[in-house]
T-cell receptor
Framework: GAVVSQHPSRVICKSGTSVKIECRSL??????MFWYRQFPKKSLMLMAT?????????EQGVEKDKFLINHASLTLSTLTVTSAHPEDSSFYIC???????????????FGPGTRLTVT | LAKTTQPISMDSYEGQEVNITCSHN???????ITWYQQFPSQGPRFIIQ???TKVTNEVASLFIPADRKSSTLSLPRVSLSDTAVYYC??????????????FGTGTRLTIIP
């Protein structure tokens, strides 16, 4: 199946700094990618839809100026957590759909996740 | 997207068959039922999808009654490596503009040796 990678896998940063997380579709092109956040023992919460060549669409309650999303190419989306605070510490996961090869309706491929810890 | 309800947690012994049921009373005509598996500190992984009756693949079976208001994921002869959270999702995910997935609480399955 298709592969989605994320970098870094884990990052520790100081409060007030910014952190960039990359999401790449390795063997397919993705015009749309999704960013989720997951707190310990909780479900995945969709943060935003990343659209190649246009602005991201954010879910209600997600601050677009704090979570900057850039989808500059068909294989790369980045999420930048600006002025990070300890409450931003979480597991961030991206996903994408390989429209050309997936025979399953709506099947998405998820990245391995990035664990962010803000101290 | 239809709301789903699953048990929060389940325990089972190795070698047994495990059935996890998901309720989705408001499922729409165009909605499919999809199950994902998530191991700790990993992204979810697609398990199986169905529309009606029964679907089987190499890892699981999915049973969907005629009214489609519920579905049951069946894992045959579970092993310790099946310990994970299992999510049931329902929606018409074929539309290009409606790809986003909404995850419910999921079922935390623990396999006991």
């Amino acid at each position: 199946g298709a592969v989605v990678s994320q970098h870094p896998s884990r990052v520790i940063c100081k409060s007030g700094t910014s952190v960039k997380i990359e999401c790449r579709s390795l063997d397919f092109q993705a015009t749309t990618m999704f960013w989720y956040r997951q707190f310990p023992k909780k479900s995945l919460m969709l943060m935003a839809t990343s659209n190649e060549g246009s602005k991201a669409t954010y879910e209600q309650g997600v601050e677009k100026d704090k979570f900057l999303i850039n989808h500059a190419s068909l294989t790369l989306s980045t999420l930048t957590v600006t002025s990070a605070h300890p409450e931003d510490s979480s597991f961030y996961i991206c996903s994408a759909r390989d429209w050309k090869t997936s025979g399953i309706q709506g099947e998405q491929y998820f990245g391995p996740g990035t664990r962010l810890t803000v101290t | 997207l239809a709301k789903t309800t699953q048990p929060i947690s389940m325990d089972s012994y190795e070698g047994q068959e495990v059935n996890i049921t998901c309720s989705h009373n408001n499922i729409a005509t165009n909605d499919y039922i999809t199950w994902y598996q998530q191991f700790p500190s990993q992204g979810p992984r697609f398990i199986i999808q169905g529309y009606k009756t029964k679907v089987t693949n190499e890892v699981a079976s999915l049973f969907i009654p005629a009214d489609r208001k519920s579905s049951t994921l069946s894992l045959p002869r579970v092993s310790l490596s099946d310990t994970a959270v299992y999510y049931c999702l329902v929606g018409d995910m074929e539309d290009f503009g409606n790809e986003k997935l909404t995850f419910g609480t999921g079922t935390r399955l623990t396999i006991i040796p």
